[in-house]
C-alpha cells in the first residue's frame, strides 16, 4: 500500500478515519485491557475505513458522472 500511493493520497484516504477512530477508542473504550482496547481501535478503524472509502466511492461517481 505504501509504495503504490502518494503521501497526499495516503492522508486523504485514510488520515480521517484513523483520526476518528483514535479519537473514539480514545474517549469511549475503557476496557482495562491493551488488547481488548487495540483490538476494538482496529475493528473501529475497519469499519470507519470501509464507510469513508463508500462515501468518496459514491462522491466520485457523482461528480466524474454529474
Known amino acids: 500500500m505504501m509504495r503504490q500511493r502518494s503521501l497526499s ?12 477512530a483514535f479519537l473514539v477508542a480514545e ?5 482495562h485491557s491493551f488488547t481488548l482496547e487495540c483490538v476494538a481501535f482496529l475493528a473501529t478503524w475497519f469499519v470507519l475505513d470501509w464507510i469513508w472509502s463508500k462515501v468518496r466511492g459514491t462522491a466520485a461517481k457523482s461528480v ?3
Open 27 to 31: 474517549f469511549f473504550y475503557k476496557f
Open 9 to 20: 493520497t495516503l492522508l486523504t484516504d485514510q488520515l480521517p478515519p484513523l483520526a476518528v
Open 64 to 66: 466524474s458522472n454529474g
